[in-house]
Structures are given as C-alpha cells and as structure tokens.
C-alpha cells in the first residue's frame, strides 16, 4: 500500500466536518472539484467508500467514520511534534493512558496508579467507561492499561494479558437510619431491603452480589443502579439502600459518606486486574504498578 497523502485526510476531514464538499472547498479556499477529486483518489487507495448522499448533505460510512477518527489522531500526533520540536530539548513527561471500569472504586485506583507516579514525569489520563469500550480502545492502541474488576473475558479475542492485582473481601455498608429499620441479624438484615447496584453487567461486583444473595435465599428490592460508584455510595450515605463495596476501603468509605460496614462477607471477593496489551508488555509504567499492586492489597 502506498503511503497516505495528508493532504487527502485534511480534505476528507473538512468534508465530514462541513457536511458538503462547497462548503469545505469555500472554507479550505479551494475549488469543489480539487476536493471531490483527492477524495477520490483516498477511496480508491483505501478500497472502502468513505461518504455517502444523505438529500444535500454528505454523511460518514461505517468506515468514513474509523477513517475520520484516525485522521483526528493523526493531526493530533503532527500537532505534538511540532509542541516538541518547538520546545527543543527539554524532557517531555511520558504519557499513561489509563482505562477504570465505572465500577471500580475510585480510591483503590487512585492508590495503584500512585506508584507510577512517583517515580518519572508522567502525563497521567484516566477514562471512566463500561468493560467492553474500554477492551475495544485498549485493542486499537489508544489506552496502555485498563484496571478492571473482572479479567478479559475468554471470548473475546483480542491480544491483551489480565494480571491479577489483588483481592478483597466484600462489606456490606448501611446508613445508620436504614438500619433502625432493617436491624435484625445480618445476613437475614437484607431480607426485603432496599439494595443499591453497578449497573455494569460485567462488575465482578454486581455478579457475585446477586449469586450470594440466591444462594442465601435472600430477596432484596433493587432501589438504584449505578454506572458510577462514588454516586452509589452517596444515594447509600442517605439511607436509600444496603450496597456492596471492598473492606480494603472500609474506613475510607465510612469516613467519607457517615456509613457502617454492617458485615464482612469473606466469602463475597472481588478481584483487581491490570489489562494491558501485548505491546505494552515493556512499557515501564505499567510494570511499576503490576509490581506494587501486592504491597497494597498486603498492607491493608
């Protein structure tokens, strides 16, 4: 395959920006014909339609789409090397791009990523979304590290290694007024309780909370679910439900929303990985965490 020509994406990045090929030739200062010709020439040499008519206007295929987001990525990166060239050479901080599944509680990725942080200048970014998103970004390259509660599931074939950090003991948390008037022994406390929830269907959390409960014969009243754990616990500072967090930030957790750990249940666990690709197998960010993930797990 020959080499890209930027000049072609720049033009195709207008187009799906303006919507029309007038509007991104009066824009770029071109003819219409200019445009409509080089988006011909970068169809042909990716052998996918990039546009489609939609009445006037010009809309994105699936793959004009793919397309557009690495053309944004690749203007991204030209923009940083020139950033670079221009502050000649000074060090630049590296970058960790970092995944956290919504249900992972904040706290505990704030202290594994610490270690990484310590050590070198580090440009740190951390996204919060659902399992499958973040696998999907970590596949394409654009995250080194996903910290996740469940590992890679088995059929998703991607060339990604799950790490086990750790693990700890689920405690149940309560409000001091729900328990007024839930007060009977625990587990037997939950019976009819209002119960708060992840959402993600992939939380370790969630499953296992669900296939306790049923196998205890308990029933609970689903009262909320939530994609975001620190929101789940503040409904939960209010009394609107028992919920499910680890023990490992027990006193954190009452400290900070006036909460009570009613029980430990050791045999509830929910597990920490690191998801990383095969390509960052090296990358010394990523190691350091991996390689400090047990002294907090151990220390707590």
Not at 90 to 119: C, F, N, W, Y
Request: glycine letters at 6%; hydrophobic letters at 40%.
């Amino acid at each position: 395959m020959t080499s890209l020509n930027y000049k072609h994406l720049l033009y195709f990045q207008q187009v799906a920006q303006e919507g029309s090929v007038q509007a991104a030739a009066a824009r770029l200062n071109v003819t219409p014909q200019t445009i409509s010709g080089q988006l011909r020439l970068l169809e042909q040499q990716l052998g996918v339609a990039l546009l489609r008519k939609s009445g006037r206007q010009l809309e994105l295929t699936s793959a004009g789409r793919l397309a557009l987001q690495y053309s944004r990525d690749i203007f991204a990166l030209g923009d940083q090397l020139q950033q670079a060239m221009r502050q000649g050479d000074k060090p630049q901080p590296r970058e960790l791009r970092v995944g956290i599944v919504d249900a992972l509680a904040k706290s505990i990725a704030h202290q594994l990523l610490m270690p990484a942080l310590t050590q070198e200048p580090l440009q740190l970014t951390c996204r919060e979304q659902p399992m499958p998103d973040l696998l999907g970004e970590l596949a394409v390259g654009k995250l080194d590290l996903v910290l996740a509660d469940s590992p890679i599931p088995a059929n998703m074939k991607i060339r990604c290694f799950s790490h086990l950090l750790g693990s700890s003991p689920l405690a149940c948390f309560s409000a001091p007024s729900l328990q007024q008037v839930f007060h009977a022994p625990f587990p037997h406390c939950l019976q009819d309780a209002p119960l708060l929830l992840p959402t993600d269907t992939h939380s370790g959390v969630r499953a296992s909370v669900l296939s306790w409960l049923s196998r205890h014969q308990l029933e609970c009243r689903i009262a909320g679910e939530f994609d975001d754990s620190a929101l789940l616990k503040a409904f939960g500072s209010q009394g609107h439900g028992f919920f499910f967090a680890p023990a490992v930030i027990s006193q954190d957790i009452s400290d900070k929303y006036g909460v009570t750990a009613v029980a430990v249940v050791d045999e509830l666990q929910q597990s920490f990985y690191a998801l990383y690709a095969e390509r960052d197998n090296g990358n010394t960010s990523v190691q350091r965490i991996v390689d400090s993930a047990a002294d907090y797990f151990a220390s707590r």
